[in-house]
């Protein structure tokens, strides 16, 4: 005969590995740096999408869809980025390729919209939203390393 014990699902190793990440992220989220990445990012996405507006642009009718979109794209990002912290590396390179992309939209769009505010205004932005996505990114990878770290993973 073979003993068998029986382990309840509360004292599963899997399930004591997710609390143990669900609480690294839980204290990654409450942090100061994490909450002020979060707040920029919304800011960040919420100006890109009404800047046609606010600069004074709106008249270039396909950079202003353009950066509307992508406003809103770059918002919903990382605007939760505190509630799901540990799963966010992903979101955040997404991220950053809207920020790369918000650099060279205005010369990318079609129609002539590469004006000197048009440049500087996506431009500006797109670096602000490119730097606050990689610190976001790299938050999160931080955070979603298990206690032996991925190159102990790796290496054995």
């Not at 990012?41 to 709106?58: C, K, R, V």
């Not at 769009?109 to 205004?121: E, S």
């Amino acid at each position: 005969m073979t003993d068998r014990t029986q382990t309840t699902l509360e004292s599963h190793p899997d399930i004591l590995e997710m609390r143990e990440r669900h609480a690294r992220a839980e204290r990654a989220a409450s942090t100061q740096q994490g909450q002020a990445v979060e707040a920029l990012a919304l800011i960040t996405g919420l100006y890109l999408a009404a800047s046609p507006w606010i600069a004074g642009f709106n008249d270039f009718g396909t950079l202003a869809i353009n950066n509307l979109i992508t406003g809103i794209a770059y918002a919903f990002l990382l605007s939760g980025f505190g509630h799901a912290y540990e799963r966010t590396h992903a979101r955040a390179w997404a991220a950053a390729l809207l920020g790369l992309w918000t650099i060279v939209a205005p010369w990318m769009v079609a129609g002539n919209v590469d004006t000197t505010r048009t440049i500087v205004n996506n431009v500006i932005v797109g670096v602000l939203g490119l730097l606050l996505a990689l610190a976001a990114s790299a938050a999160a990878k931080e955070t979603d390393r298990s206690g032996r770290g991925r190159t102990a993973r790796t290496a054995g």
